[in-house]
């Protein structure tokens, strides 16, 4: 079996030379993942966070409390970021060659910390816009102390790559004929009713906005 | 903003001390979760890498290619394993309080490498199980180079924890009269349509146990 590991007759975009990847095939991913997973060391432990991020050119702006070990810890230690997009589970004729499809990114990098308030504004917009966008011009924007209260980690993307495997099962010739049925199921995102704040004074009508990101996803 | 890091008015299973956690939460997301990304550190640098897990009582086996460098690292090295759930985008009346539902646990332990052939086709079976509930009995089973070509590690749970949001925005009081709607868009996994390996030489019915796996995660 050989789930995430194996690339065979798939797109192999993994090239660990330091800046040289296929920078826009890795970009689709990190954009179109809704939140990352941050990897981080300390005292030679690993720790794993997942995080909101946004991109902005070849900088990944990562997210989280400003009191939060991941935030403190991340200005100035080497990073891992990676993103990963499921997209089906496939069914071969032998358990070796199951499978999943997916596409995942994998970025590195050192962590710098955002102080600069207007940075720090800019880059809680991209959040806000990422998670819903047009949600930035429609909410109160944060105060000072909620700046203060909220990090923002800049991570110069050093290297990246991306991994990506599609298409059907790959079985050995000796197995085709086995009478087992082989192919992908394929997982999809999709949306619930959208569920009012039972704590909103009174009904307001769900933004236009929000319609079209649900619209957008389920046509990808 | 606070995705990922807000915990307010939610469960927190988070316990730092080793050995004492909320056991069953986090083993029923541990459960739930398709994959787990692990992160193992080489050289000060940390890395993620996604892939297939199984849980064996107190212990997580981790699956790849003997190849993978996460297979050839993880043993007797300290890890970092994390499941993500991502149940719904929270929309709130200000940026800060914007969130994500979701369940997410995080375990620690070293890895030992599993060598012996019967653990090992054991293990693959399990892996082959949480894919796929029903597949095991259905397919060939790895024979001895197959066997070979696949790494699986233990890890023993040292510690864990769970973080859990759920439940519509929490706003400041006085946010809540402004006129921005806000609440909670439910993410779902649902499945395609089952794509049959185009290569088949014959057609063959889809096995029961595949529309079952699918009516129990779309009633979850």
Redesign the interface.
Known sequence: ??????TKRNRVLRNPTRGNYERDEVYRIVDEA??C?V???MD?????????HAREGDTLLL???SA?RMIRHAEAN?????M?L?D??V??????H?S?N?R?A?L?GNGEAVSDPEQKMDA??R??ER??PG??N?????DRR?LK??GVIAMPIESASAKIRSG??V?DDE???????????????????????????VD????EY?QT??DSRLDG
Chains 1, 2 share one sequence.
């Open positions: 079996m050989s789930v995430f590991e194996r809704l939140y997973h990897a981080f060391v030679g432990q690993p720790y794993i966070i997942p995080t909101l997210h989280g409390s939060s080497p990073l891992c970021v990676t990963t499921v089906g589970i069914l071969a004729r032998s358990a070796f199951h999943i997916y995942s994998v590195f809680l917009g959040f806000t998670l819903m949600r930035w429609d909410v109160r924007w944060p909620e209260a909220t059907p099962p079985d197995d085709m004929a086995l009478p087992v049925w082989a192919g992908v199921l394929p997982l999809e995102q999709s949306f619930g009713a959208l569920i009012a704040d039972p704590d909103a004074p307001l009508p769900a933004p929000l990101y649900i």
